[in-house]
């Protein structure tokens, strides 16, 4: 079972920029597609980004399109999440996750089934 550990989270400024990284263990991280998601207090877990396993293709929720980037890299087991021009309504915990499904390509209504700890963002206004 693969194992995720994301860092990168902090405090930042409105308008300013952070890098999430997720690193996954195992032999078999280049088979999932990867999600990242975010938990705002007294809010579902919403999806942000998601990746294929290939890095072929990837989904946005349309708030996020054109701030975030979702990548990885399969030869260090990373999926990475860019973030710019951050608001104070991007503050929550995010999440990595991944879909043990192999290969697969329904990024925004496929089960993401394993998960990481969460980091925690912060912007201030």
């Known amino acids: 079972q693969v194992q995720l550990v994301e860092s990168g989270g902090g405090l930042v400024q409105a308008g300013g920029s952070l890098r999430l990284s997720c690193a996954a263990s195992?032999?078999?991280?280049?088979?999932?597609?990867m999600g990242w998601f975010r938990q705002s207090p007294g809010k579902e877990r919403d999806l942000v980004a998601a990746i294929n396993w290939s890095g072929g293709r990837t989904y946005y929720t349309d708030s996020m399109k054109g701030r975030f980037t979702i990548s990885r890299d399969n030869a260090k087991n990373t999926v990475y999440l860019q973030m710019n021009s951050l608001k104070p309504e991007d503050t929550a915990v995010y999440y990595c996750?991944?879909?043990?499904?192999?290969?697969?390509?329904?990024?925004?209504?496929?089960?993401?089934?394993?998960w990481g700890q969460g980091t925690q963002v912060t912007v201030s206004s």
């Open positions: 996750a991944a879909q043990s499904t192999w290969y697969s390509d329904n990024l925004d209504s496929g089960k993401y089934d394993v």
């Open positions: 195992g032999r078999t991280f280049s088979r999932y597609a």
